[in-house]
């Protein structure tokens, strides 16, 4: 009973986090300059790509996050709908 309670937990919590997680790794590896992303909730364009950081301009400002913070990347097909942050 122990032995399938461990092999639930792992199906329905743990898998699914790290396949999140390498997906996330995944994105932020391939960042570019020009991308349009939302990175700690901000929307803005990469100007430059670092090791650790990107810089992105947000209307006139240039704002310097860090690389992980970077949440998606919105394409060109993306609408209005793409912005909603409480959508995955």
């Known amino acids: 009973m122990p032995v399938a309670f461990l092999g639930i937990f792992y199906a329905l919590l743990i898998r699914p986090q790290?396949?999140?997680?390498?997906?996330?790794?995944?994105?932020?590896?391939?960042?570019?300059?020009?991308?349009?992303?939302v990175a700690a909730g901000m929307v803005g364009t990469i100007i430059t790509v670092k090791d650790?950081?990107?810089t992105l301009r947000t209307g006139e400002s240039k704002i310097?996050?860090?690389?992980?913070?970077?949440?998606?990347?919105?394409t060109e097909g993306d609408?209005?709908?793409?912005?909603?942050?409480?959508k995955k």
């Open 18 to 37: 790290q396949k999140q997680q390498k997906e996330h790794e995944k994105l932020v590896s391939e960042l570019k300059s020009g991308d349009r992303v």
């Open 52 to 54: 650790d950081s990107v």
């Open 79 to 86: 609408g209005p709908a793409s912005l909603d942050l409480n």
């Open 64 to 74: 310097e996050v860090v690389r992980t913070s970077v949440e998606r990347v919105i």
